[in-house]
Each structure stands twice: as structure tokens, then as C-alpha cells.
């Protein structure tokens, strides 16, 4: 029960321990709390680069956690792993607000990334494939503006490219978080007040695709393509 978008109150299954509750808690109740603030959460991942920022959207198994690992890897730090919440309070700069040092890793994912310094929990079910990966570094603890927005697909080799402004509203509304809980998550002037912020962070940034390469072994393409991405951006 989130009451008042600042208190969560939890009544656990018998049996429920706290590494299991921890997914969904700190995964779509977390994101209802931030949107009930105002905030605009999508269900992604994003990573700090010199300053800068990239937000990785996707379907479900496209890599956004994988490719932000990737990135840890290469030098670049993690805002926020599986929710992302943008400030808008300032049309001209949307902000990103940092989450926690944690990112949740597949088994073979983490295996080829081998992030170091990070200390990886226990399975918490065996249903759930992913791990917990708790970072001692590689954290961006402070707000970061919106540089770009990335929606992951496979493809053969790693390539960045703008989508068009009619289609990039749409996938922003997409990956919201909210869009999974219905419009029941959107009484009075909430779906009014999401559109608005959806449209206004489509225009402000765009949306991108970024293609990544089926195998993991080729991972480090990604990161070279966003990297130069963002190079090219800033000339």
C-alpha cells in the first residue's frame, strides 16, 4: 500500500524473506511511488558518461542491464538500474535521479561482463534468473541531465540512429513504467500530466535506436557506438 507517494507498507506472504521482496519493492512499487511525486519513471536503465547521460529502453531481454554492465565495465558509472526517474520541474534540463549501486545481471551476462567489485547476492528464487549485483564503485550518486535515449534492439553489429520525432513519443510512452499498471494508475489529472511529460521529454531529447549485437562477445561494440554517439553530439 503506497499512501501519500511517501510511505510503502508491506504484509508478506509467510515464507516471503527480504531478498525476494526486495524485487518487486524495489522494482514497480518503488516506480508507482515516483510517478504519484510527479516524476516521469521508465522502465529502463541509465548510465553516467563524463558528465553525461544514456537511458537504455528495450523489451524484455533486449540488454538494457547488460549494456549498462558493459559500460560499468568500460569505465562509465550507474545512475539507476530498472527504474529510471526524470525530474522535469525545469523544461530546458531534464534531470535523471540516481537510484542505488545495484544492477541485476543473468548469470551468462554477468559471466562475460565479469564486473569487478561487486558483490553478487544470492538467487532469491528460482524463477527469477537474475542476480543481484551490488556495486563498491561505478556509482553516480548525484543528478545527471538527459543526454540520450536509447531504445535497444538486436541487430548484427553495434549502430546508433535518431528516430523520427512521430515515433519517438509513442516508444517513450512505451517504457513508461506506469503504462504496465493500466489506466487505473492514472486517476484525475494524471494522464493528462504524463502525456504532457512524455511529449515534453520526446522533443527536448529524441529518442534513438541502438542496435546490439546478439552475442555477448561483441558487447563492447555497443559501448564504442554510444560512445561515439555521444562524441559526435557534443562537436
Do not use: C, W
Not at 527504474?83 to 530546458?92: E, H, M
Not at 540516481?98 to 558483490?119: M, N, S, T, V, Y
Not at 553478487?120 to 535515449?149: M, N, T, W, Y
Request: no cysteine; net charge neutral.
Amino acid at each position: 500500500m503506497i499512501s501519500s507517494a511517501n510511505r510503502i507498507d508491506v504484509d508478506p506472504a509467510p515464507g516471503v524473506d527480504d531478498p525476494l521482496l526486495a524485487f518487486p519493492l524495489l522494482g514497480p512499487v518503488m516506480a508507482l511511488a515516483l510517478h504519484q511525486r510527479g516524476l516521469l519513471v521508465l522502465h529502463a536503465s541509465a548510465i553516467e558518461v563524463d558528465g553525461k547521460s544514456v537511458i537504455f529502453m528495450g523489451d524484455k531481454g533486449a540488454g538494457k542491464s547488460t549494456t549498462a554492465g558493459a559500460m560499468i565495465r568500460a569505465g562509465h558509472r550507474l545512475l539507476t538500474d530498472d527504474v529510471v526517474a526524470l525530474d522535469l520541474s525545469d523544461p530546458g534540463r531534464p534531470i535523471i535521479l540516481p537510484g542505488f549501486p545495484q544492477l541485476k545481471l543473468a548469470a551468462d551476462a554477468a559471466g562475460a561482463i565479469r564486473l569487478e567489485r561487486a558483490e553478487v547476492r544470492p538467487q532469491v528464487h528460482p524463477q527469477i534468473d537474475k542476480a543481484q549485483h551490488r556495486l563498491r564503485d561505478g556509482f553516480a550518486p548525484e543528478a545527471v541531465p538527459v543526454s540520450r535515449i536509447y531504445v535497444l534492439e538486436r541487430g548484427v553489429r553495434a549502430a546508433t540512429s535518431p528516430m523520427s520525432g512521430a515515433a519517438a513519443l509513442p516508444a517513450i510512452i512505451k517504457f513508461s513504467y506506469i503504462t504496465r499498471f493500466g489506466r487505473q494508475a492514472l486517476p484525475g489529472d494524471f494522464a493528462a500530466l504524463h502525456l504532457r511529460q512524455s511529449a515534453q521529454i520526446a522533443g527536448r531529447i529524441g529518442v534513438s535506436r541502438l542496435e546490439v549485437p546478439a552475442g555477448l562477445d561483441q558487447i563492447d561494440e555497443a559501448v564504442a557506438a554510444i560512445e561515439a554517439d555521444l562524441a559526435y553530439g557534443t562537436r
